[in-house]
């Protein structure tokens, strides 16, 4: 064998093993995603304190910031205040009933005395019906105080009860000015900083929970059948070595429609035009990042 030939022979050699180690061996490729939430502000105003950077690990309830209340603070005391006064009207109706009620007691008094007097011919029948009949106006005088006591004290609290909603609603406001981070995760954008001017729905940051990550990758209509969902699956990464990483996942999705192969995705049949997406769960140690490929072996 001469020595170009030699040469050629090596160079082929070179090239089939390449060809040996390309995406043919693997079922499926994709890209590393997560379930990302963006979180926005939920009141107006000027950002006083925001505690976040961008890879920094938050947890669930934990407050990161809070935003200017000042103007709801006094609006809410300004209301209460006026409840206070609305309510400072109300009747004591203890006390202007308590006079009208000894006059009634003192009058039972009198006409039992004087039916003790008619008795021993000391009274007069007309003694005995006077004090009857000033016994009946004073219940009904009694009667009609309380129900119009009653009345004022009810139309004042119904002044009241509108007050109250506001101040529940400033109150609402109040709190819902402190941003609280509602998920576990990893802070992935940050969009906001102190002392910037925010407003309802304007995004502050993006978070996603990185502990559990997902492969999207793409399999052809013939390699349907041989998926189901909670199946166990390898998926394997790229190493500093040049090897591979491998970890063990979980196919968690299978998307019902068929669709175009996206141009970024080589699928084990690069001739078949439609696709299936599916969603595979990897647990992460760290290593895995949004956006790395990764290929699957079913």
């Given at each position: ?31 590393f ?10 009141a ?42 609305v ?39 007309k003694?005995?019906?006077d004090?009857?009949a ?26 009241v ?63 349907l ?56 769960k ?17």
């Amino acid at each position: 064998m001469t020595m170009k030939k030699t040469y050629l022979f090596l160079i082929s050699l070179i090239v089939l093993a390449a060809c040996g180690n390309g995406d043919d061996q693997f079922d499926a490729t994709g890209n590393f995603e997560a379930d990302e939430t963006i979180i926005s502000s939920e009141a107006a105003g000027k950002i006083l304190q925001f505690d976040i950077e961008e890879g920094q690990t938050l947890k669930a309830g934990e407050v990161v910031g809070y935003i200017d209340t000042l103007q709801l603070r006094l609006r809410k005391k300004q209301l209460q205040l006026s409840a206070r006064a609305v309510m400072a009207k109300q009747p004591d109706a203890a006390k202007q009933l308590a006079t009208v009620k000894e006059q009634i007691e003192t009058t039972k008094k009198e006409k039992a005395r004087f039916k003790s007097l008619l008795k021993e011919d000391a009274a007069t029948q007309k003694q005995v019906d006077d004090l009857t009949a000033q016994l009946a106006l004073l219940q009904k005088q009694y009667d009609a105080l309380q129900s119009s006591l009653n009345t004022t004290t009810s139309s004042l609290q119904s002044e009241v009860k509108p007050i109250e909603v506001q101040v529940e609603q400033l109150q609402d406001q109040i709190r819902k000015s402190q941003i609280v981070n509602p998920v576990n995760g990893t802070v992935l954008v940050k969009y906001a900083e102190a002392n910037e001017v925010t407003a309802p729905g304007k995004a502050l940051y993006k978070i996603a929970n990185l502990s559990d990550i997902i492969l999207r990758a793409y399999i052809t209509g013939t390699q349907l059948p041989e998926i189901k969902l909670n199946q166990d699956v390898e998926v394997l990464v790229d190493n500093a070595e040049g090897g591979y990483k491998t970890y063990k996942g979980v196919i968690t999705w299978v998307s019902d429609k068929a669709e175009f192969t996206p141009k970024t995705i080589q699928t084990k049949e690069e001739r078949a035009n439609l696709v299936y997406a599916i969603k595979i769960k990897v647990k992460n140690d760290g290593y895995l990042k949004l956006g790395m490929y990764g290929e699957v072996n079913f």
